[in-house]
T-cell receptor, first 113, second 113 residues
Framework: KAGVTQTPRYLIKTRGQQVTLSCSPISGHRSVSWYQQTPGQGLQFLFEYFSETQRNKGNFPGRFSGRQFSNSRSEMNVSTLELGDSALYLC????????????FGPGTRLTVL | GQSLEQPSEVTAVEGAIVQINCTYQTSGFYGLSWYQQHDGGAPTFLSYNALDGLEETGRFSSFLSRSDSYGYLLLQELQMKDSASYFCAVRGWNSGGYQKVTFGTGTKLQVIP
């Protein structure tokens, strides 16, 4: 099986712009979670989708949003980018919520200038 | 809410044994996971404990005490390739009744010759 894929791998944006990141889970996985990773902060949970429904949401401002499509692919969007949004954005998939193991993609490295 | 504490850095000698501790606070508890992440890589699943006791997977073992809200990852016969960051993650539930995963800030392990 192919692993979790994320596109793009690298992205450079300027403050005020918006960005959309994409995640394709492992075939058969219907749960997709998104995390933001910055040095010293670990992995901060953004949101989780299952069957096109947001099941969980972390403590991020409304500028961060996401969605999931019927084929389980997921996108996250960040509007009005700020310098502090520079981070590695990881998505992880599992067959369903509550699985003991999540499979992570390689991440999208976002730099906001 | 959920929170986890783990040491930020640990240094150990090749061939030795190292223990990485994790204490957590969570509203509701399903299990504690451990992930490994090499620099520039994606987190990969190592181990999961839902019940008290020790789980062994090769050179890696993980322990859980639910009454103490405490767990640890034990790495034996350390190899240079074990130099990485290690994250504990607790699976609990949110106010909406859905399961949620919260990661710790990670422990950077340096293995020295």
């Amino acid at each position: 099986k192919a692993g979790v894929t994320q596109t793009p791998r690298y992205l450079i944006k300027t403050r005020g712009q918006q960005v959309t990141l994409s995640c394709s889970p492992i075939s058969g996985h219907r749960s997709v979670s998104w995390y933001q990773q910055t040095p010293g902060q670990g992995l901060q949970f953004l949101f989780e989708y299952f069957s096109e429904t947001q099941r969980n949401k972390g403590n991020f401002p409304g500028r961060f949003s996401g969605r999931q499509f019927s084929n389980s692919r997921s996108e996250m969007n960040v509007s009005t980018l700020e310098l502090g949004d520079s981070a590695l954005y990881l998505c992880a998939s599992s067959e369903r919520p509550g699985e003991r193991e999540q499979f992570f993609g390689p991440g999208t490295r976002l730099t906001v200038l | 809410g959920q929170s986890l504490e783990q040491p930020s850095e640990v240094t150990a000698v090749e061939g030795a044994i190292v223990q990485i501790n994790c204490t957590y606070q969570t509203s509701g508890f399903y299990g504690l996971s451990w992930y490994q992440q090499h620099d520039g890589g994606a987190p990969t699943f190592l181990s999961y404990n839902a019940l008290d006791g020790l789980e062994e997977t090769g050179r890696f073992s993980s322990f859980l005490s639910r009454s103490d809200s405490y767990g640890y990852l034990l790495l034996q016969e350390l190899q240079m390739k074990d130099s990485a960051s290690y994250f504990c993650a607790v699976r609990g539930w949110n106010s909406g009744g859905y399961q949620k995963v919260t990661f710790g800030t990670g422990t950077k392990l340096q293995v020295i010759p």
